[in-house]
C-alpha cells in the first residue's frame, strides 16, 4: 500500500472512532511473529507497550521486517510502518515525512503522547535498519 492509499483509506472514515476501528483492523492483518522472536534484544525501546522488531533480510535489496506488539492500537500502528516500509528499498523510503503522514492520518491529534512517542521509536528503529542496509 502506498502513502497516497493509506492516506485515501483513513479519508474515508469521518470521524475518529471509525479510523480507531479501521486502524486496529489493520493491526489484526499483520504478518505474525514468533513468540521466540519476543526476545529483549528485539525490543523497542521508548514505547509504553511491549514492542518487537525484527528485521528480515531480502535478497533482492528490499526491507522486510516482522513486528508485534501486546496492544491493539499499536499493533495497527506498526501495520502503517509495515505498509509503509515493507517490501521498499532505503531510497524509496528516504523521503518520507513520517510526521507529516502521522498528522494526515489524523493520528497526531487523537492518540496520546506516549502512543505518540512509541510510534516515533518505532520509526527510529526502521530507519536505523534501513540506513545499516543502505
Known sequence: MTVEELLENFALFEDW???????????????????????DANKVEGCTSQVWMVFIPTEDGKFDFLADSDAHIVRGLIAILHHLYAGKTADETKDYDIEDIFTRLGLQ??????????????????????????
Open 17 to 39: 472512532e471509525d479510523r480507531y476501528q479501521y486502524l486496529i483492523e489493520l493491526g489484526k492483518n499483520l504478518p505474525q511473529m514468533p513468540e521466540d522472536y519476543k526476545t
Open 109 to 134: 491529534q487523537h492518540l496520546s503522547v506516549n502512543r505518540r512517542n512509541g510510534f516515533y521509536a518505532m520509526v527510529g528503529r526502521l530507519q536505523q535498519a534501513l540506513a545499516a542496509r543502505g
